[in-house]
């Protein structure tokens, strides 16, 4: 389904759009707002599927237990001493 839709553009982004037409890479200049408009919606989307995937993390994290920052480092340090074990470091 198609709708039609009256927009204003800047004359900057018109001569941009006119220019990739003429160059072939798109049909019309509505064909360039399209994809704009499909660009868009497509990070916005990934957007939010990042924040949700990062609210989860931080979610799941809280019911995880809480480590003192000397707790935190203590891990880190023993991480890093087995890492340089395995590697002959």
């Known amino acids: 389904m198609t709708v039609k ?6 004359d900057q982004q018109d001569a941009f759009a006119r220019r990739l037409v003429e160059e072939g890479r798109y049909s ?4 360039v707002v399209q994809q704009g408009l499909e660009l868009l919606r497509e990070q ?3 957007k939010e599927a990042e924040l949700a995937a990062l609210r989860a993390l931080v979610d799941e994290r809280r019911k995880g237990a809480f ?3 000397e707790e935190s480092h203590a891990q880190i ?13």
């Open 67 to 69: 480590l003192t920052m």
């Open 44 to 46: 916005t989307e990934r």
């Open 28 to 31: 019309s200049v509505s064909a």
């Open 5 to 10: 839709a009256s927009v204003s553009i800047s």
């Open 77 to 89: 340090e023993a991480l890093i001493a087995r890492k340089k074990a395995e590697y002959g470091v």
